[in-house]
């Protein structure tokens, strides 16, 4: 039952849910294409890391800054964090602590809302040659009706990589996190008494949970990934494999 005060909203909440599964090899064209993209990408990352440059200078000419500190501010703000996110896509912890003590000891406190939107917008581009090897390693994603009663679904990933290839190779990051996964662990997650990690599908399910549920149970849900030889994996694989790592 789909209550119909909610019924555009948690419509439009599944379509984006539906859109956030699609992650297969159309959506970034065929493999022969990846060095094409990557130029494009590297041109764009060029391209906003220019403007980055630009918005450092901007506030450092609006704001009133002790003379001295405008070179810190510059190298502390575009060219570390330049570094960094070439480097390793992501930004240092230190590097964070440093520059919030460095804002706290100005006054007034700049407007740092364009600056942040636009080195998220760097670091996002920074991890797309990852996500091109995802896709590219996915020819289809189904979501189908489980079996038995009930309204919960199983969502299908068809692969054309090996399990050693889904499993082992580290390809893909998000530019928040501090290492590469494999594709398996990216889509699947696993669980081990040294910890766990949410697999792609579990974090999409649980944003707008809510109003997702208007449309299918989000308990039990299976989430295979089917490799090229057509085998099942599913998270308690990824787990099982990771707690083998963990043991060595």
């Not at 510059?74 to 919030?100: A, C, D, N, S």
């Not at 706290?104 to 581009?125: A, G, Q, R």
Request: glycine content about 4%; charged content about 40%.
């Amino acid at each position: 039952f789909i209550r119909e005060d909610t019924f555009l909203l948690s419509l439009a909440i599944l379509l984006r849910f539906i859109d956030g599964l699609d992650i297969n090899k159309n959506r970034v064209g065929d493999v022969n294409e990846k060095e094409a993209r990557k130029e494009v990408i590297e041109k764009d990352l060029e391209f906003h890391f220019q403007r980055l440059k630009g918005e450092v200078d901007r506030i450092i000419y609006t704001t009133p800054i002790e003379r001295g500190k405008d070179e810190a501010f510059r190298k502390l703000f575009y060219e570390r964090v330049k570094e960094e996110i070439q480097k390793g896509h992501r930004i240092e912890k230190e590097t964070k602590e440093m520059q919030e003590s460095f804002l706290l000891s100005l006054s007034p406190y700049p407007k740092m809302e364009n600056y942040e939107l636009l080195k998220d917008h760097c670091l996002y581009l920074s991890v797309q040659e990852g996500h091109f090897d995802l896709h590219s390693a996915i020819d289809e994603v189904k979501i189908v009706h489980k079996p038995g009663v009930g309204n919960k679904i199983e969502i299908h990933y068809r692969s054309n990589k090996t399990k050693e290839d889904l499993l082992n190779k580290k390809v893909v990051k998000e530019y928040w996190e501090k290492e590469e996964k494999s594709i398996a662990v990216h889509l699947l997650g696993y669980e081990t008494p040294k910890g766990k990690e949410d697999g792609y599908v579990i974090k999409k399910l649980s944003l707008n949970r809510n109003l997702l549920e208007e449309w299918f149970s989000l308990d039990d849900n299976d989430i295979v990934l089917y490799t090229k030889e057509g085998k099942e994996l599913r998270k308690k694989d990824v787990s099982e494999e990771m707690a083998k790592k963990e043991r060595v």
